[in-house]
């Protein structure tokens, strides 16, 4: 029932992802993993630094007596830090979330493809038009399809290493994973707001629901990044040899930090079962050797958070050039097109440079400015400056 829903809603969901994410300038997408890492682990570390400095003191309802659970201590010790550090979190987890996957079905980072202009038409006018008119179409529509995820499937080129089944099914899992993190985070402010103490009961029903949904995320992103994790480990089993083309469109970045998150998917994962199997017998030995667990595994997601900064690539692919809404605008001013029919790239910068020379301004780089439209139809009055 819950695919057919997903299924039934998958393009205007993906069209709501798109707007949210990929209106983000694209250099400050890591700000999300790096910021939910570092204020979990802060948080973390705050709470275990002032158990410690208070003498490991026993707290009521704990059940642990050798070593405080986190929800223990944040019963009675730092409750609105905790609370302040785990919507932090949540929220950046969500965002993290869903950039990494959105960002799995784009052709790189903020890339579309890029429109081959044959020099040999440079003599001809009437073949040199034709060709710059084929050129406008095909920008404006890579540009379109780069903001609304479509146009994809009919671009599939012969040798692609996804079908458009396989796509659509990664994408249904996409979905389960972005609503799984949302879900977990939504049960991890309210694990902050419901302590353990008081609200004993809702504490333990929403810690299973965080984990749960945290457990159903890192196997679906896991299985969305699959290729890119078998490309590395058939390098590392062929001693440094790319023995296939599995992940070929990712960069080397992308494909060691996926296999990097999944290594340590597997680790908590088995601390997990190592925890579960501490907790059930109720021994007090065990519950230190729990309790341990439970902070390395805390500490552990911090990890598993700033691992999402590898997953935004920005290399440039072969074939593919920044889109024209990243593209680099000096202050006030449009770009011009980058190449034009019958006009080297190197001819067409030193025109555009001379001619803000000529104007007596200076290229004052603003990464996070771009045009939506050629600088001729913003001078006709057609549409406002994207920013």
Not at 57 to 64: A, D, M, R, T
Not at 129 to 142: C, D, F, I, L, V
Not at 210 to 215: D, E, I, M, S, T
């Amino acid at each position: 029932m819950i695919i057919s829903f997903l299924l039934r809603c998958h393009d205007s969901t993906w069209a709501f992802l798109h707007a949210v994410i990929l209106n983000i300038p694209p250099s400050r997408l890591h700000i999300f993993p790096t910021l939910a890492g570092t204020v979990w682990f802060l948080t973390l570390a705050s709470l275990l630094l002032t158990w410690l400095a208070r003498g490991m003191p026993v707290y009521p309802g704990q059940s642990n007596p050798h070593v405080a659970f986190i929800s223990d201590i944040a019963s009675f010790e730092l409750k609105p830090l905790f609370l302040i550090g785990a919507s932090m979190t949540a929220v950046g987890f969500v965002f993290t979330v869903a950039a990494v996957h959105v960002m799995r079905y784009e052709p790189g980072f903020a890339l579309v493809k890029c429109p081959v202009i044959s020099e040999d038409t440079a003599n001809n006018d009437q073949e040199s038009n034709a060709s710059y008119n084929r050129t406008s179409e095909n920008n404006h529509r890579n540009a379109q399809n780069h903001i609304t995820g479509h146009g994809h499937d009919e671009e599939e080129e012969e040798g692609e290493e996804e079908d458009q089944e396989t796509t659509r099914t990664l994408k249904v899992i996409s979905l389960l994973s972005i609503l799984a993190a949302g879900t977990a985070s939504t049960a991890l402010i309210l694990l902050g707001v419901m302590d353990t103490f008081r609200y004993k009961f809702a504490h333990h029903i929403f810690l299973r629901i965080c984990f749960g949904c945290l457990a159903i995320q890192s196997a679906g992103t896991a299985i969305v990044y699959s290729t890119e994790v078998l490309s590395f480990v058939s390098y590392l089993y062929h001693w440094g040899v790319w023995g296939n083309d599995w992940g070929r469109k990712r960069s080397t970045r992308v494909r060691i930090f996926a296999s990097l998150s999944t290594i340590l998917i597997l680790i908590q994962l088995f601390l997990g079962v190592a925890f579960i199997s501490l907790t059930i017998p109720e021994d007090v030995n065990d519950y230190r050797t729990a309790g341990i667990l439970e902070w390395i595994i805390a500490f552990l997601g911090t990890i598993y958070l700033w691992l999402f900064c590898g997953f935004f690539d920005r290399t440039t692919f072969e074939g593919y050039v920044p889109s024209i809404l990243y593209n680099t605008a000096p202050h006030g001013k449009f770009l011009d097109r980058p190449a034009v029919a019958g006009v080297g790239v190197a001819e067409a910068e030193a025109e555009a440079e001379s001619s803000y020379s000529a104007a007596g301004n200076t290229l004052d780089v603003d990464p996070e400015r771009a045009p939506l439209l050629p600088q001729s139809q913003a001078q006709a009055g057609f549409g406002t400056r994207y920013t």
